[in-house]
């Protein structure tokens, strides 16, 4: 297959299958090491795969920060030690939150190439160990020019809701229905942090963390793991059924300013419009084209924003369309279906392992697996993408997963 890849034309580029995934749960796992988690998640994405780990080349691994939330650095050894994989070589991927998205970029690039023909892309994040999870968060942000002046997450994120509510007159009502409805969906998702509904009232009335944002319009700290074997595509049905194989038809990344107020708009993420349009010209798609989709709403407005810059409908649109009949729904019986998991908001945050997490929803939701049960969205043409964001939108990833070759 001859195509077009990253603005270079004539590379011959091999189809990537996705045959397994295996996730933990996330939340607060404290019976469960760093290394415990991501043997986990691998485990159970290689019996899913039903290889063994002799068949595995190569493993990527994303991780945002193990240095500052448990102390380990040298990431990559660790996990191809206590795996036992030794002496596959083992990559450990950083960029953000977004670290997962981009190690299963890395795994797909190697395996489009190639280079490898099954690999392993994993990720994992043990957040709860640390008494405060904040200031190791903030290094995703410009260290100089906003954490040194006191700014975090939730502050940066709460500047573009205001600035949002002020260019496209949202209300604070609107915001808080994206989390309403994340509960709603994380309530069906066994592997959720926050397996429960809230309401409205709640939402307005939880602690206040940075105006207008309460602590229920925020993602959690959570420790988690997850991954998924690929391989190429023409040896996947040597593994797996042919209902149980997902295809990689698009793997994108672009690049912002890390600093918030260097960009030319706070009420869009322009990393996240370029890999999508990128991504959609890939799989010979578009928006209209997409059943399910896991966007990253680390914070509520993150998820309003991504809604418009993925191309589902307008700048200043995401605010009136959510839960309305005909159109985009963050439920399961509109247009695009958007986070069924619950997304960051509700399934957790688990920094390294969010962006495959997203695509290992996908993976199930497309294969209407077993693991959706009583979550599942309705599949109509066959094609899911998901958007990962690194700190403020200084990286983004997407990904377009098909249920067909």
């Known amino acids: 297959m001859i195509i077009k890849y990253d603005n270079i034309e004539g590379e011959i580029m091999r189809d990537v299958a996705i045959i397994g995934y295996g996730q933990t749960k996330f939340g607060e796992l404290w019976d ?19 290889i063994e780990g002799a068949d595995i080349d190569a493993m990527y691994i994303g991780n945002m920060s193990g240095g500052l939330f448990v102390g380990q650095e040298h990431i990559s050894s660790l996990i191809a030690d206590y795996t036992g994989f030794n002496p596959i070589p083992c990559t450990r991927v950083e960029a953000a939150c977004a670290s997962g998205s981009l190690a299963l970029r890395s795994a797909y690039l190697s395996v489009a190439s190639g280079a ?41 994120y709460a500047m573009m809701a205001k600035r949002y509510m002020y260019e496209f007159g949202m209300t604070i009502d609107e915001l808080s229905m994206w989390s309403v409805i994340a509960h709603d969906n994380a309530s069906k998702n066994p592997y959720a ?22 602590l229920m319009h925020c993602s959690p700290v959570s420790d988690g793991g997850a991954a998924l ?14 209902d149980e194989i997902a295809y990689i038809k698009a793997s994108t990344q672009a690049s912002d300013t890390i600093a918030l107020h260097s960009r030319k708009s706070m009420t869009t993420l322009n990393a996240a419009k370029v890999a999508s349009e990128q991504a959609y ?19 509520a407005i993150n998820g309003l924003i991504l809604l418009e810059d993925l191309g589902f409908c307008k700048k200043g649109e995401a605010k009136t369309v959510i839960g309305q009949e005909e159109k985009i729904r963050i439920d399961y019986d509109g247009f695009v ?22 695509v290992g929803e996908l993976y199930w939701q ?16 066959g094609y899911g993408i998901t958007a990962n964001v690194g700190g403020t939108g200084g990286t983004v990833c997407t990904h377009i997963i098909s249920d067909k070759r």
């Not at 010209?281 to 914070?299: P, R, Y």
Request: charge should be negative; charged fraction near 25%.
């Open 337 to 358: 279906s958007v986070n069924p998991s619950g997304g960051l908001k509700a399934a957790g945050h688990a920094l390294g392992a969010t962006g495959i997490r997203q």
């Open 281 to 299: 010209k890939l799989a010979g798609v578009d928006a209209n084209k997409i059943d399910v989709a896991e966007v990253h709403d680390c914070f």
């Open 32 to 50: 469960k090491s760093f290394r415990d988690t991501i043997i986990e998640a691998g485990a159970n994405a290689i019996i899913d795969a039903n």
């Open 116 to 156: 490898h023909d099954v690999v392993l892309a994993g990720g994992v994040e043990k957040m709860t160990d640390v008494e405060d999870a904040t200031s190791a968060i903030a290094t995703a942000a410009d260290q100089e020019w906003e954490s040194f002046f006191g700014a975090t997450f939730p502050s940066l």
């Open 229 to 242: 074997i690929i391989c190429d595509a023409d040896k996947a049905e040597e593994y797996a059924p042919k």
């Open 193 to 214: 942090q926050f397996q429960f509904k809230t309401t409205l009232e709640k939402v307005l009335n939880a602690s206040p963390v940075a105006d207008p944002l309460t």
């Open 366 to 381: 497309l294969n209407q697996d077993k693991n959706c049960k009583d979550r599942q969205v309705q599949i109509n043409h």
